[in-house]
């Protein structure tokens, strides 16, 4: 930036830059950085290029006044509080210097303690509705992945339960699967100044954990997994970070399934929601047991509701299948082969031979009464 100068920076924003430097950088003596000019902490941290002021000083480290240097560019979050019927309650803006003005975004937040799991079971411990790093890592996400040459704010939403957060520009990994398998640092930045400054002032890192770290978080308190909504066309990311479970079913697999993989658990929350899954990962939890019904609509199975003492959850819901079978006259057969299954004096071999259903309404009427008379 020609027209920036060092007056345009913070002082206080400045001194906590040297404080976060020190602490990334804990290789380097405290007393040799703390010796440091402004020039010099500034020159380290990538903000200041041949004695100029980048763009990122500004962002990071500018004071509210200095930001119109960066016009056309918007350097602002606002923070809107709504309610359950998505009316707006309160608002706010917010601007440089976002190293220190995100703590006052984030004590927006009503950060309510958590005593109890959905359905009535006590936490082992409270906790916070949020943890601290994840609102504060995807809240720092958005500003360093914003496309500030849009000319758009950063939307910071509280909603009863969930959190949401909106950026400007297109999401590089183009999907959370991709974005979860990187390993290592990442490759491709929108602003690489923007971003490795922020690295240096113990914002952000660049070996892609960030959202890894809060799907894990979420899986540790059995809440729902992080809603990314990416619009392409438009240039918009938007991030939904949940604050309670959703769905007692849900809550209940995180909860008991110990052997479930963060894949599995990303699908299961994707189900749970209404989501489409892609086939193989549809095949990968069908073939588990982990999900019934044919592609793309799909149910928690029978052996996950037994494992989570679901069975007259499932069984309410099984209750359409019955209600179908019963208008296409098959009901009959269905208690016929009930009656059998019911004798005690058959034989494993008589009934290995009798289950195996000659057509597709056999098949489906033989589950449902096995559910009803599991379910019983």
Known sequence: MQNAILADLDELAVAKARVMYKKVHSKIPANEIDGWSVEELLSNSGVMIEGKLTRAAIILLGKPTAVFKLRPAVVEVTWTLCDAKEDVVDYEHFTAPFILTVDEILSKIRNLT????????????????????????????????????????????????????????????????????IRGPQRHFRDECLCKAMVHFNMIDTVSRGIKNISNEQWRRYFPMLDYEIDAANKVVGVRLYGNAINEKYTKILKENKTLTLQECIALDAVQKGHQINKDTAKELLDKGLIKREYPNYQISLGVAKMTHQLPEYTRVSRLERSKLKQMGGIWVGNRIYGVLMDTHLYPLQEQKFIKPKSKVIQVVFGSVMTRHIAK
Do not use: C
């Not at 360093?144 to 909603?159: G, R, S």
């Open 114 to 181: 958590m005593r109890e799991l959905l359905g009535g079971t006590l936490f082992p411990d409270t906790m916070k509705q949020y943890d601290d790093y994840s609102i504060r890592e995807a809240l720092h996400n958005a500003i360093t992945h914003q496309d500030y040459t849009l000319q758009e704010y950063i939307n910071f939403v509280e909603n009863p339960g969930n959190v949401y957060y909106e950026n400007g520009g297109s999401f590089i990994p183009s999907t959370l699967q991709k974005a979860l398998a």
